[in-house]
């Protein structure tokens, strides 16, 4: 019975909060418990599936249409450093410049932190957060989806200090899968899909497209990769944008980086970096949005929306709503 009650005791607490005018569940501290998976549902063909610690596998439709590598839960939560969100700050205090790298364990240890979970009552979103207590920080990260657009993920840095921050901010996604990389292709020959990896950023939109030098097959054949999964993002003004997960330690180091428009032979990313000042108790809000299965015609609608300021962020959240609704 004592023991019972120990451990209910060290159990984070659950409770319904609303954000932004919608209900979720929150689970406080989050991290004091081992990393569980969850799923993530949509109104029409999206599927995810998301580890506690941010490691994940999403697509449309099946498994043969991922955006990240389909692997099984443990694989998917022993990845979560390497895969799916990633978030680095090199935040300046006085002299001094100091990294911070949210829900990662590289810095297990080194701040007061704290980490909670929220989950949309209707199942559809899910929201990470940390909040740096010896920084005076707190950053978000939600996931939700769209019928129109993919793949949603909101980002929000929060300054919870009564004076400014300067912060440079390298945030994105990793191991983005090419179209035309199934399950199975995938489980079993991954090194040889690298090799045909090619990511190229379109400069003046600012879209990633993520696709393959040629379709991978036995036969002693031509056969062109004529599709592509592709990731674009709002928000930031210019940012400086990295199709590869290279230059990582780099940014660390406090190098500067250089901007990457086509990479081949390696894991495909979607990084932006920017320097910013935050207020005083003030924000800076950004979104990252990857679909998959796109040919030709939509990547040049695609740019044509990025390049002309067609209220995207709008018709975004408005079918993003929709599909809440339904």
Not at 190 to 197: E, F, G, I, P, T
Not at 218 to 242: I, M, Q
């Amino acid at each position: 019975m004592v023991k019972k009650e120990i451990q209910k005791e060290l159990m984070p607490a659950i409770q319904r909060v609303q954000l932004h005018g919608e209900q979720f569940f929150k689970l406080t501290d989050s991290d004091e418990m081992r990393p569980f998976f969850m799923s993530i549902v949509s109104n029409t063909n999206h599927w995810m599936f998301i580890s506690s610690n941010g490691g994940l596998t999403a697509g449309r439709k099946n498994a043969e249409y991922a955006l990240f590598p389909y692997y099984t839960d443990d694989k998917i939560t022993e990845s979560a450093e390497i895969t799916g969100s990633k978030t680095i700050f090199r935040v300046t205090q006085g002299s001094e410049t100091v990294i911070w790298e949210p829900f990662s364990i590289r810095f297990a240890g080194r701040f007061q932190v704290s980490r909670n979970l929220y989950k949309s009552v209707y199942g559809n979103k899910i929201i990470f957060e940390e909040i740096n207590h010896d920084l005076n920080l707190s950053f978000r990260y939600e996931w939700c989806s769209s019928n129109a657009y993919g793949f949603v993920r909101y980002a929000t840095v929060a300054n919870l200090a009564a004076t400014p921050v300067s912060l440079v901010l390298l945030d994105g996604l990793q191991n983005i899968v090419p179209f035309g990389v199934g399950s199975e292709l995938q489980n079993r020959s991954s090194n040889l899909v690298d090799a045909y990896k090619r990511s190229e950023l379109h400069a003046a939109s600012g879209l990633g497209i993520f696709a393959l030098s040629a379709i991978i097959v036995d036969k002693a054949e031509p056969s062109e990769a004529l599709k592509a999964n592709v990731v674009w993002s709002l928000g930031l003004e210019n940012p400086k944008r990295l199709l590869s997960s290279l230059q990582l330690a780099d940014f660390r180091n406090g190098h500067a980086l250089g901007e990457e428009t086509d990479i081949k032979g390696e894991k495909g990313a979607y990084f932006l970096s920017q320097e910013i000042t935050l207020p005083a108790n003030g924000e800076k809000g950004w979104t990252i949005v990857a679909n998959v299965n796109q040919d030709h015609a939509a990547v040049a609608r695609l740019i044509h929306d990025l390049q002309s300021d067609s209220g995207l962020a709008e018709a975004l959240a408005a079918d993003i709503e929709t599909g809440t609704q339904k």
